[in-house]
């Protein structure tokens, strides 16, 4: 599924992406699931935890990915 997250800022955290976007109820599950390998940003895996998200990055989890898009 393929979904637009919008953003007020420059960048997003991409913990804090993943609990807006609605896949991770807390800061803790997101952690756990960024460190486990399950996220990629741009076709690469990543396991860092405050990587910054800016606008036209691609997120994927699971069967989601959402592109970042600034109001």
Request: net charge positive; proline share 0%; hydrophobic share 35%.
């Amino acid at each position: 599924m393929n979904k637009e997250i919008k953003i007020n800022t420059e960048f997003i955290k991409l913990s804090s992406l993943l609990k807006l976007a609605g896949d991770v109820e807390t800061g803790g599950e997101s952690k756990n699931v960024i460190q486990l390998g399950l996220v990629s940003v741009n076709d690469k895996i990543c396991k860092v935890n405050g990587k910054k998200i800016y606008e036209n990055d691609v997120v994927k989890f699971g069967d989601c990915e959402y592109t970042v898009r600034t109001k």
